[in-house]
Antibody
């Protein structure tokens, strides 16, 4: 079964850091780009970042550029989202998704990040 | 950056046809993808590349794209179709994914 499982969410203070993980199973992880998408409470979907299959090419939304980094570890079928300098408006459910040539065909269940003092 | 505009809400009676639009400058030249999201759940891809249905998505879901408007059409709407629907494109100029604001489909 194709599956994505996120973890690492929780409560962080403004200015703090969190590291999200997404473990993939059931498909050849090495051949897919992987994206993170977030959804603030009561709001729509917002794309955050993508890392391509090579692992060397990445892209970020303007709202997180310079604060978030994305990486992948192929030996563990895992993609990471390192979130630094967190702000209150980073509060959201963060979804990991498999990116198949421009669309996201497999999604995880999401992990909740709350930034509050 | 590129902007996708969706109506906040669409309401239809069961058995009727729902049309959800996604507006964008010359969107007809792009590939548009659609997602369904029910409350408390992750999004699900329902249409890729303007009109392709992934395995398991009912034939009642279809898509079209021309000019400045892409459309997701749901025929014979059922209560279970009630959800938020999002359109999405790839902004190649900025190497970004763009989502529309979402449309809440209500089944009366």
């Amino acid at each position: 079964e194709v599956q994505l499982l996120e973890s690492g969410g929780g409560l962080a203070q403004p200015g703090g850091s969190l590291r999200l993980s997404c473990v993939a199973s059931g498909f050849n992880f090495n051949t897919y780009a992987m994206s993170w998408v977030r959804q603030a409470p009561g709001k729509g979907l917002e794309w955050v970042s993508v890392i391509y299959a090579s692992g060397s090419a990445t892209s970020f939304a303007d709202s997180v550029k310079g604060r978030f980094t994305i990486s992948r570890e192929t030996s563990k079928n895992t993609v990471f989202l390192q979130m630094n300098s967190l702000r209150v408006d980073d509060t959201a459910v963060y979804y990991c998704a498999r990116d198949d040539s421009g669309y996201m065909d497999v999604w995880g269940q999401g992990t909740t990040v709350t930034v509050s003092s | 950056s590129y902007i996708l505009t969706q109506p906040p809400s669409v309401s239809v009676a069961p058995g009727q046809t729902a049309r959800i639009t996604c507006g964008g400058k010359d969107i007809g030249s792009q590939s548009v993808h659609w997602y369904q999201q029910k409350p408390g759940q992750a999004p699900v891809l329902v249409i890729s590349y303007n009109r392709d249905r992934p395995s398991g998505i009912p034939e009642r879901f279809s898509g079209s794209n021309s000019g400045n408007t892409a459309t997701l059409t749901v025929t014979w709407v059922e209560a279970g179709d009630e959800a938020d629907y999002y359109c999405q494109v790839w902004d190649s100029d900025n190497d970004h994914v763009i989502f529309g604001g979402g449309t809440k489909l209500s089944v009366l």
